[in-house]
């Protein structure tokens, strides 16, 4: 049996971060947050939780390392338990422990009230550590990164406004090859939708802008996205525990909607932005429910597939599987509209088990791929149970409709070699769809 | 002796049975009143429906995900359980009791049923025991609270069962059980044991987040 | 010597208890009849009716044989030789004290009070 610190991992920001604290800073931050930030579920969740150890079939984590100090209330033991028995008097070397089981050992995945009969929301009390690791300044290094560039610049990479402008005016162009009155409308008031992306996308993966551009404009939609700050959908602050700066990203992301006076927001293929934008930036920022509405692509492709706007020319080849993400599924009931898509677009699914609400997370999600290469073996070794469920499937494609899944899965594909080919919905569509040029 | 029984037949059940009842009203009443102030949009989200959904999975035996994956503990927990709370509310001896003192009175168990229920009680929490020891995971988030509860629930039906055979002492045993007994009731609002008040509004809550907001199952 | 003699008593002390109330019981009166229960679901309880009175110190009936009416005890009115059966019937109405209850009260009742005497159930309700 082993704990959190027989697995010490040296991160420059949780290292520096412990450098700067002491004693008294810790007690009075872990005293501000709970007295200031908890309420009645921590405290009931403390309380009642009965140490029966149910949920530690539900974490992917155990599953993989047969470990108790990977189950959730094994977690919740070696860090929420211990901060409030020792009433926040604990050392910079713990807080350094509490970070790395918060971050960088839980998804915030959610499977695990699906097996704590209390109903225990682990994930919540994950968020509260990472809170307290966040306000004490003990946040590994990568991610801090991307949570500073939100703040600087209200995307997640970095990408400056003007950058922004030109990878959309490059890929309008790109795909003008193809369709050539195609468009990217930029700030156009009151379109039907805003579509928002994460910053990754116009960093590294412009081809995902390239196929939503192409699917919009041959199904003839209304569309537009913001020239300005509040297009990017993502929250890497929501991860590291800066409610701040994770409710002024949400707060920009509606405003932008607003603004543009668009009748919805559809968000790109991602799971955790919808997360931020579907379920967390509200609450924080006092609203029951979102001032505009939000739908996830998998819901608008749903949408485009079933009315007839998009018609498939040819199905995907071969039997494909699904992953179901996280936060779109457990965290908005998309699973069954996942497999209508799939299989209006595809020859077949072969499940996954378990599946649905029930299926493995990705172990990329809640901000854990984000901590960067330190954590990186922890995370793939910590999901041989992922890869088992891929590889019994046989086959070739696994269609997942989440960036952070992506990366997740790819990485678990190459280390134990399941090869399988990952695939988003838009990837497929764009290949399968009537393309109006091919008439 | 007799005096002992007589304080702990009297006033004693008195007490327990009061702060008992008012203990777990009061911290029922504190934790919905700081919920209110702190928890206030999470509260918004409570459903009847999505409650009652979710808490009518949880309390059918292999209703949901959880108890599938783990189902010797869940045939247990639940033969455990049905005994715990049907036992004492039911049993003749109790009854007997309220007859005696209050003159209140109302159908009893059969006795065979009652101590074939309290066996399964003691034989339940020697599960519990033997899985606390011997499963790493529950071992691993053990504590000297979660010993000292299933110690006392054990005591209280050990002794119980004890004096209904009449092996002991009787008025001896009888004491020692009435003397478990609340002290049992006595630490229901206040241990591991509130599980039992806030047990269903932990559930409740996640049924109707899961329901009304991410309109998936939690079961 | 001391040890041993204290032994004795103790073993003597204790013996008294277990057989004592047999040993001193009137043949005709050991348990309280408990034949109008029907079923009953404990053994009838142990009631030796003169080594009781005895030891109690009770001469007057009435301590325990009293009478009543309307619902008030009427300790003064003797009614030995009357069951009690007859004015507490097995299932009590509302506002009557059941047989049961009866017997519950008047013994444990007065044990409790003088601090002596059996009070648990199966101090009485001796299995066989
Ligand atoms: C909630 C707490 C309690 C529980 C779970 C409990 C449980 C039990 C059990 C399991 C038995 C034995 C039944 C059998 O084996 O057939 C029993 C007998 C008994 N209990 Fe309790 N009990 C509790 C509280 C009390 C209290 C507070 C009193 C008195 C005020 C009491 C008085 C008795 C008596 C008099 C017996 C009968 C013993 C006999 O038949 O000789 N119990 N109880
Ligand atoms: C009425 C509502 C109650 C509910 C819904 C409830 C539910 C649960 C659940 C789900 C567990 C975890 C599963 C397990 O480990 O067996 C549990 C454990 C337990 N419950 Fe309850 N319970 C209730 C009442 C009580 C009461 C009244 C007591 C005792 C006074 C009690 C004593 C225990 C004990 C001792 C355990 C821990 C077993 C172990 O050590 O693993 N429960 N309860
Ligand atoms: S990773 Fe998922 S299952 Fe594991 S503790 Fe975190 S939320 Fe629960
Ligand atoms: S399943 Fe729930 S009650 Fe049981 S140990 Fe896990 S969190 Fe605690």
Redesign the interface.
């Known amino acids: 049996m082993s704990t959190i610190a027989d697995r010490r991992i040296e991160d420059a920001g949780l290292e520096a971060g412990i450098a700067r604290l002491t004693p008294e800073k810790i007690k009075k931050t872990i005293e501000a947050v709970l007295a200031g930030e908890c309420g009645a579920r921590l405290k009931t969740y403390i309380e009642t939780c009965v140490r029966c150890g149910m949920c530690a079939k539900a974490c992917h984590y155990y599953m993989s390392h047969k470990d108790p100090s990977y189950a959730p209330v094994g977690k919740v033991k070696q860090t929420m338990w211990e901060i409030i028995n020792k009433k926040g008097d604990v050392t910079p070397e713990f807080i350094h422990q509490c970070a790395q089981v918060a971050y960088t050992e839980c998804n915030l995945c959610r499977r695990c009230m699906h097996y704590c009969p209390l109903g225990i929301d682990t994930a919540y009390i994950m968020s509260v550590v990472r809170r307290i690791c966040h306000k004490l300044g003990v946040t590994p290094q990568y991610i801090q990164d991307t949570a500073h560039s939100h703040s600087a610049t209200m995307n997640q990479m970095w990408v400056k406004d003007d950058e922004w402008i030109d990878t959309l005016f490059w890929q309008e162009d790109e795909a003008r090859d193809e369709m050539p009155n195609l468009r990217i409308p930029l700030d156009k008031e009151g379109a039907d939708f805003m579509y928002s992306v994460i910053a990754p996308e116009p960093k590294f993966r412009t081809q995902l802008i390239y196929q939503a551009a192409y699917i919009f404009n041959a199904a003839g939609l209304n569309w537009t996205m913001p020239s300005f700050p509040g297009w990017d959908n993502s929250n890497m602050a929501m991860f590291t525990g800066d409610s701040e700066i994770m409710a002024r990203i949400e707060r920009q992301h509606f405003e932008a909607a607003q603004r543009l006076r668009v009748k919805r927001i559809v968000m790109g293929e991602c799971g955790h932005a919808f997360r931020a934008v579907y379920d967390m930036g509200n609450r924080w920022l006092g609203w029951k429910w979102h001032p505009v509405p939000v739908v996830h692509s998998i819901e608008f492709f749903w949408e485009l597939l079933t009315s007839g706007k998009i018609k498939i020319a040819q199905k995907y080849p071969g039997p494909v599987t699904v992953h179901d993400p996280c936060n779109t599924i457990r965290g908005r009931g998309l699973m069954d509209k996942l497999r209508e898509v799939v299989n209006m677009i595809c020859d077949g699914i072969v499940e996954m088990h378990p599946n649905r609400e029930h299926n493995y997370c990705c172990c990329a999600g809640g901000g854990v791929i984000n901590c960067g290469p330190p954590f990186k073996n922890v995370r793939i070794v910590g999901n041989k149970i992922k890869a088992e469920q891929l590889k019994a499937t046989g086959v070739k494609t696994c269609v997942a409709p989440c960036h952070n899944c992506h990366g997740g899965l790819d990485d678990i594909i190459h280390k134990f070699d399941v090869g399988m080919e990952l695939k988003f919905l838009g990837d497929i569509i764009y290949q399968c769809m009537e393309k109006p040029e091919a008439e | 002796m007799n005096q002992l029984y007589d304080l702990a037949v009297g006033p004693l059940t008195w007490l327990a049975i009061g702060v008992f009842v008012i203990g777990s009203l009061y911290r029922l009443a504190a934790m919905y009143a700081m919920a209110k102030k702190k928890d206030g949009p999470y509260l918004t989200y409570m459903s009847w429906r999505f409650s009652l959904r979710s808490i009518m999975h949880w309390i059918t035996p292999f209703g949901s995900l959880g108890w599938k994956e783990n189902p010797a503990l869940t045939i247990v927990t639940f033969i455990f359980h049905i005994c715990l709370i049907l036992v004492p509310i039911f049993l003749m001896s109790h009854i007997v009791l309220w007859d005696q003192f209050k003159g209140i009175s109302y159908p009893a168990l059969p006795d065979g049923a009652a101590d074939l229920m309290s066996v399964a009680v003691i034989l339940a929490c020697l599960y519990f025991i033997w899985r606390r020891v011997s499963d790493p995971t529950v071992k691993f988030v053990t504590s000297c609270q979660d010993w000292t509860v299933l110690i006392l629930v054990l005591l209280t039906f050990c002794t119980g069962f004890l004096s209904y055979h009449q092996i002991g002492s009787s008025l001896v045993m009888t004491t020692l059980h009435i003397l478990c007994g609340e002290a049992m009731l006595i630490a229901i609002p206040f241990t591991r044991l509130s599980h039992m008040i806030f047990g269903l509004f932990t559930r409740a809550y996640i049924g109707s987040e899961f329901g009304n907001v991410r309109k998936a199952r939690d079961w | 010597m001391l040890k041993k003699s204290l032994m004795l008593l103790a073993v003597a002390a204790v013996s008294l208890c277990f057989f004592g109330p047999a040993a001193f019981s009137q043949e005709d009166m050991k348990n309280v009849p408990n034949e109008v229960f029907g079923a009953p679901?404990r053994p009838a309880a142990v009631f030796p009716h003169d080594a009781h009175n005895e030891k109690a110190q009770i001469e007057d009936c009435a301590v325990c044989h009293h009478g009543g009416k309307d619902g008030k005890m009427d300790k003064e009115d003797m009614t030995a030789g009357t069951a009690c059966v007859e004015c507490h019937p097995v299932a009590g109405a509302p506002g009557q004290?059941?047989l049961?209850?009866a017997f519950?009260?008047q013994c444990?009742g007065c044990?409790?009070e003088r601090?002596?005497?059996?009070?648990?159930?199966?101090?009485c309700h001796?299995?066989k």
């Open positions: 679901r004290t059941s049961m209850r519950h009260k444990v044990h409790l601090k002596a005497g059996p009070v648990a159930c199966g101090q001796v299995n």
